[in-house]
Each structure stands twice: as C-alpha cells, then as structure tokens.
C-alpha cells in the first residue's frame, strides 16, 4: 500500500502539513495521538484479563419454595 512512497513523497505530504496545522500543531497533534493509542492498548489490556473464570456466577433462579405462601409474589406497581 504505501510501498510506492519515495522519500519526495513523504516531504511534500509533510510539507502539506505544515502548511496546513502549522509548524507548533504538529508536535501536539503527535501527542495527543501517541496518548490515544496508548488508552487504547490499555483498554485492550484490561479487556483481555477479565478472564470467564473470575466473573461472578449468575444467580440461580427462585425455587418454588422460597416463594410465599400465597403463589406468586405480591407485586408493587402495574
């Protein structure tokens, strides 16, 4: 994809960018950036060590004789 880049390439399209953010842009652009990705491996990271063992088990369902005597539960509103 970007095999066919050569080094005049590469300084026009830092030369667009100069011109177009300006010369003290670029470098907060670049590290607004670089912090971006860094959350974004951290989250990736955090994701992967919620292992399914460690979760809490799902709650059993209400057997029918810890309901009352009466049924079905009473209920609160409609």
């Known amino acids: 994809m ?9 300084l026009i399209l830092l030369l667009i ?6 010369a003290k842009r670029i ?8 912090q971006g990705i860094k959350e974004f491996k951290r989250s990736l990271k955090d994701v992967g060590d919620d292992r399914p063992d460690a979760r ?4 059993p369902p209400a ?3 810890s309901l009352p005597p009466g049924g079905e ?5 409609q």
Do not use: C, M, Q, W
């Open 2 to 10: 970007f095999g066919d880049l050569s080094l005049s390439h590469i």
């Open 63 to 65: 057997s029918p004789s």
């Open 17 to 22: 960018l100069v011109l177009v953010f300006g």
């Open 73 to 77: 539960p009473k209920r609160l509103s």
């Open 56 to 59: 809490v088990p799902p709650t």
């Open 27 to 34: 470098p907060e652009i670049g590290a607004s950036l670089g």
